[in-house]
């Protein structure tokens, strides 16, 4: 029987193992992509988002809706054929989260 190469165990033989690793891998994926953003709305434009500042300068932002459809700078690039996940973001949605720093109302990790 030829070895196989895996980056992780995957624990077929311990069924208890696998169902605690899958548990913590729901609670991973939920502290990483959930937990700590905070519900802001765009001042120019009233788009909500979820935010989270790991960093001053490392910013994570999730979208309630497509940014295109609330956003006009998004809108404008989207027209253009690039999509939300172009590098340039919208300098208003920015200086909201600059302010909301500032404010008090989303903190920095």
Do not use: H, N
Request: aromatic share 6%; glycine share 8%; proline share 7%.
């Amino acid at each position: 029987m030829a070895a196989t190469w895996a980056k992780a165990p995957d624990f077929a033989d311990r069924p208890e193992r696998r169902a605690e690793v899958r548990a913590q891998t729901v609670a991973d994926k939920r502290r990483y992509l959930e937990d700590g953003l905070t519900p802001l709305r765009c001042q120019a434009c009233g788009t909500e988002v979820r935010v989270r500042k790991a960093s001053e300068r490392q910013t994570s932002i999730e979208w309630t809706e497509p940014p295109q459809q609330r956003c006009p700078v998004f809108a404008r690039l989207s027209e253009g054929g690039y999509g939300p996940g172009r590098p340039e973001g919208c300098e208003s949605l920015a200086k909201t989260i600059r302010w909301a720093v500032e404010e008090g109302v989303l903190e920095v990790e």
